[in-house]
């Protein structure tokens, strides 16, 4: 009895684990705030933000062993979208980590915010859910500090400035 | 030596060119290695520009303390939410290990094989939890938690700041190298500015050398010009230079300053003084009489310009606001300026000078016809007589034209026979009898008309043409002859360009034989100049004439030196008295005693004589009382054509008994 009850217990642990690494639909992924249209906080699901169309980057990263096909919207779209006015964005992590992204760059480079790598939806282990993507193979000049620095994982908000 | 400074030139900038194809290949070389360096270190920039594992580091050791401060926060409040949060720190770890084991940070932590153990240690423990954080509520797990999670966070902490120092080391290295590249590039660069600094210098010695080349050339060129200008021997203007000055000073005109003359000076008796003192004596003279010319030409203010056209030929070119009697006067004090002795080396040495000169007037234009001019008027001034000046006016060019006409006609008169011979008789003064004829040469002119013999016969010796003529006169006068009707000799002169051929003994004789008559006809006339310039030759042509019977005469004798010497050296056949005791022989009792003289000295050799010149029958008479037997002259009969002759003689000889023949050799009178 003892042995069923803790596999009983092995199996509710496995689902809770399961429940606590894929979100469900309904939750928000990324807000968006700051000189924006209207002026107010713009919560996106991952549905939300798949409905803007999906943007492809194959590239090799510092953080990852061979080249990588990441998938997500592009970083132009969303700032069209919600109407951005300003030169600058603030991003912050999860983990409350901090970079500063130039709007440019967003059209320069076709940024994306990726949601998917090599297929599969990115969790918060695969430096999900969304990841600021630079095309660092098309752009050589972009494999330096700076724009490792501006590839932000685990992205959580952004603030346009 | 010229020629030595631009071969010197030439190695110079030869080496020059050498030098400076190396140093620009040092240039280039070191711009290759410029080049390198920095590409060297773009590389060290690069590297420095990668992935800063330091930063992940330090992120991953954040990581790990937020996840145990997440885990202590909720064991602090039990919160749900803090649950919930411990949760999603716990899975961001797991996030940052995956990372550090992959890409950049794995191959840093790969270098390590102490790391990776330590890694993977530290994977197990914190993937170990996964299963603890469902029943984090419980308070036994979460102490376990906790307790597995501290020292993760220990080993995630050593990782980190193991990724920090590397990356320092790295940094540390980085700048090294970039420091050193630094140093290089300095160096390159001093390097650059050195070689650049010798090539200008390079550029500025070649530009120099240049400038000294370009320098040298044209002191030759001036000096070449200098020379072609000069006459070295008195540094006088010459020739080229003074005709130069003389157009130059046509074309500017009058302007005020006076008319221009030319003046040629000619110094008499200079090839006396070449032959006598030498060469270098004559120059000197000529350098003294340069000099002087200079100081004379000064004095007198203006541009003048004084020149030296050769030999003995000097030109002065001056302006003279007065016109020709200030022209006249310059000339004079020219001419006592260099009569005054010219102390030389040799001696002192005291020469006249003669001067023609020629103004340049509105007519004149023309350069050369001023030149020429003032050589006409030198020519007639030394005609007239030496140490003079002359003037030149039209009628001078009118005599040279003249004279050029008779030089030029020479060749077709002969041909055409426009020189003719005519005779004058030689006339026995007691009965009247012709004895003999001279022949003349006479020249009508088909333009010119009579051209007198005195004229001609200078052109033509100054020509050349006189033995030419002189034969053609022998040739006709020796046909004329053989065809009298009585055997008259005739008398024919020879000029001094025939005495000095060789053999005019042979042409004398062969023309005797063309034309028949003997020898004992012909007289050959000679003066005494003729035979002093080459006595000795002369003298022994004479005999050879003589040899072949032709008697030979002494012409215009009593003038000259008369040296009686040739009377003992040679034995004449006939001595001819010059005409002008003849003319003097009434107003002059000298006269008549130096006639009677030369009579008598003449008889006592056995040397016939003959009187030139008789004119009056009172000459006649005193000739006749003197001693002379026979006469020529214009009261005898002026000379006439050669078809005249054989009535002349046939008219003179029946005037006497034909028994009384006269005696045709003249000798013995």
């Known amino acids: 009895m003892k042995s069923l009850r803790l596999l009983c217990a092995g199996f ?46 194959e590239t090799t990263t510092p953080w990852h062993d061979g080249a990588m096909v990441f998938e997500g919207v592009s970083l132009s779209r969303l700032m069209e979208h919600v109407g951005a006015q300003g030169d600058k964005l603030t991003a912050i992590a999860l983990n409350d980590f901090y970079t500063e992204i130039p709007l440019s760059d967003a059209e320069a480079y076709g940024v994306l915010l990726a949601y ?43 603030t346009v400035k | 030596m010229m020629d030595g400074f631009s071969r010197i030139g030439e190695t110079l900038v030869g080496k020059v060119r050498l030098l400076a194809i190396m140093v620009l290949g040092g240039l280039v070389l070191v711009i290759i290695v410029q ?72 191959n840093f932590v790969a270098s390590s094989p102490e790391r990776v153990a330590l890694l ?30 501290a020292e993760a966070v220990s080993g995630l902490t050593q990782i980190g700041g193991q990724a920090m120092m590397s990356n320092l080391t790295e940094a540390a290295e980085i700048r090294e190298t970039l420091r050193e590249r630094q140093r290089f590039q300095n160096a390159l660069v001093m390097a650059l500015i050195v070689f650049g600094a010798v090539l200008l210098a390079m550029m500025s010695f070649q530009a120099r050398g240049l400038r000294l080349a370009r320098e040298s050339a044209e002191r030759s060129a001036r000096k070449f010009e200098q020379v072609a200008q000069r006459d070295p021997l008195t540094q006088l203007a010459n020739r080229l230079a003074f005709d130069a000055a003389l157009d130059k000073a046509i074309v500017e005109g009058d302007a005020g300053a006076g008319q221009l003359a030319v003046f040629a000076i000619d110094l008499d008796g200079f090839k006396a003084v070449n032959d006598m003192l030498g060469h270098a004596a004559g120059d000197s003279l000529l350098v003294s009489v340069a000099r002087r010319l200079e100081e004379i030409v000064g004095g007198w203010g ?19 606001p007065n016109g020709a009697p200030q022209a006249k006067a310059r000339a004079q004090e020219m001419i006592d300026g260099l009569h005054a002795a010219h102390g030389l080396d040799h001696g002192n040495i005291v020469v006249n000078v003669t001067i023609g000169f020629a103004l340049v007037d509105a007519q004149t234009v023309d350069a050369d016809a001023v030149v020429q001019n003032a050589d006409l008027a030198l020519s007639h001034a030394k005609a007239a007589g030496k140490g003079r000046s002359q003037v ?71 020509s050349g043409r006189i033995a030419e003529i002189g034969e053609h006169i022998l040739r006709s006068a020796c046909r004329d002859a053989s065809l009298l009707p009585q055997d008259v000799p005739v008398s024919v002169n020879l000029s001094v360009a025939q005495l000095a051929r060789a053999d005019l003994p042979g042409r004398v004789a062969s023309i005797l034989e063309e034309t028949g008559l003997p020898p004992e006809r012909l007289k050959l006339e000679v003066t005494e100049s003729m035979v002093m310039s080459d006595s000795r030759r002369a003298l022994a042509t004479l005999r050879r004439l003589k040899a072949l019977g032709v008697w030979i005469a002494l012409d215009d004798f009593g003038t000259g030196y008369s040296a009686l010497s040739y009377l003992r050296d040679f034995s004449w056949d006939e001595l001819k008295v010059d005409r002008s005791f003849v003319q003097t022989l009434e107003s002059d009792a000298q006269s008549l005693l130096i006639i009677r003289s030369i009579v008598e000295l003449a008889q006592r050799l056995d040397i016939s004589v003959t009187v030139e010149g008789v004119e009056t029958p009172s000459q006649c008479a005193l000739l006749r009382r003197a001693g002379c037997r026979v006469a020529q002259g214009f009261y005898y009969g002026h000379a006439v054509p050669a078809g005249e002759l054989a009535g002349q003689l046939l008219r003179s000889f029946a005037r006497v008994p034909l028994l009384e023949k006269p005696d045709l050799l003249g000798k013995g009178a």
Request: glycine share 8%; hydrophobic share 45%.
């Open chain 2, 35 to 106: 080049a390198e360096a920095v590409l060297t270190t773009g590389e060290a920039v690069n590297r420095s520009m990668r992935y800063d594992i330091a930063m992940n580091g330090l992120n991953g050791k954040l990581d790990a303390a937020n996840a145990l401060e997440r885990v202590s926060r909720f064991a602090a409040t039990g919160a749900p939410e803090d649950a919930q949060a411990a949760r999603l720190f716990h899975n961001i770890l797991l996030s940052r290990i995956d990372t550090w084991s992959a890409g950049a940070f794995g």
């Open chain 1, 116 to 158: 998917r790598a090599n297929g599969s939806i990115l969790t918060v282990r695969d430096k999900g859910p969304l990841f600021v993507i630079y095309p660092f193979d098309r752009y050589p000049d972009l494999r330096n500090e700076l724009y490792y620095s501006r590839s932000i994982w685990q992205l959580r908000r952004l």
């Open chain 2, 120 to 149: 993977e240690r530290v994977r197990a423990q914190v993937t170990s939890l996964s299963p603890l954080y469902a029943q984090i509520e419980d308070p036994g797990v979460l102490d376990e938690i906790r307790g597995t999670l």
């Open chain 2, 392 to 462: 030149y006016d039209a009628s001078m060019r009118e005599d040279a034209t003249r004279r050029q006409l008779i030089e030029a006609g020479f060749s077709c008169a002969l041909s055409r026979g426009e020189i003719v011979t005519h005779y004058q008789p030689q006339v026995e003064m007691a009965t009247g009898r012709i004895v003999g004829f001279e022949a003349l040469a006479r020249w009508r002119h088909a333009e010119l008309g009579w051209i007198p013999p005195s004229e001609f016969i200078r052109i033509a010796e100054a």
């Open chain 1, 12 to 57: 509710l642990l496995l689902v809770s684990v399961l429940a606590s690494s894929v979100l469900a639909d309904d939750a928000v992924v990324l807000t968006i705030d700051g000189r924006i249209a209207g002026d107010t906080a713009v919560d996106f699901t991952l549905a939300d933000l798949q409905a803007l169309g999906v943007e492809r980057i």
């Open chain 2, 302 to 320: 203006g541009d003048g310009l004084v020149s030296r056209l050769g030999g003995d030929e000097f030109t002065v070119l001056t302006r003279v």
